[in-house]
């Protein structure tokens, strides 16, 4: 079993102050295998942090990413599409991208549906819309994680802090998904499955 921590949105210190405490206390170094962040990262002390919790961080390009310092910019990929093959014996293809270089944005199901193909991925996590979904499509699975911060967008001025913890399986072609939200200062999880057909 490998397990990936999913996030992205992160947008310190321009639009949230910090990642929530109660979030920081489930990010425990040396538990979580991989990090797949959709981008908007903004400041290396939060790279750093994530490089904390896995060596093996994953960032794409958000739309405000590479506005920081030259060494910010040389941590994140200079691309807004990149493709992860995640090891174990079925080999699920995960695709990160932040929807934000899409056309249409701002989580089209279509457009995300033609990203995947032309990625040739399993799942496909994106980002930029600051909004958690997870759903099936053409025999596909979409996980946007949300903004880890809950930071405001313009077609999200209240979103609520979210991420995903990832579990990808060893010995079958499938994912279990376990999305956390704090909602009214609490944590709720909740837990949803994918096999790829």
């Known amino acids: ?6 996030l992205g949105d992160i947008h310190i210190p321009q639009r949230a102050a910090d990642i929530p405490a109660k979030f ?21 002390a939060t790279l750093e942090y994530l490089r904390s919790i896995s060596s093996d961080v994953s960032v ?3 739309e405000f990413d590479g506005r920081g310092s030259q060494q910010q910019q040389q ?14 014996q079925c080999g699920l293809r995960i695709g990160l991208v932040n929807g934000h270089f899409l056309v249409p944005g701002n989580g089209d199901v279509d457009t995300l ?23 099936e499509e053409q025999g596909r699975f979409f996980i946007n994680p949300g903004s880890i911060t809950g930071a405001f967008s313009p077609l999200e001025p209240n979103a ?4 995903v913890l990832m579990e990808v399986k060893d010995d079958a072609p ?3 998904v376990y999305v956390y939200q704090l909602v009214a200062d609490d944590v709720v999880v909740d837990r949803i499955e994918y096999t790829r057909p």
Do not use: W
């Open 1 to 6: 079993m490998t397990l990936i921590l999913v």
């Open 24 to 44: 920081r206390k489930l990010l425990v170094p040396g538990k979580i295998d991989r990090i797949l962040c959709t981008g908007n990262v903004t400041d290396s």
């Open 60 to 62: 794409s390009r958000g």
């Open 75 to 88: 941590q994140q990929s200079q691309h807004p599409i990149s493709v992860r093959t995640v090891a174990g």
């Open 113 to 135: 549906a033609a990203a995947a193909r032309q990625m040739d991925v399993d799942v496909l996590v994106s980002g930029s819309t600051h909004r958690f979904e997870a759903y």
């Open 160 to 163: 609520v802090p979210s991420f």
């Open 174 to 176: 499938a994912v279990i």
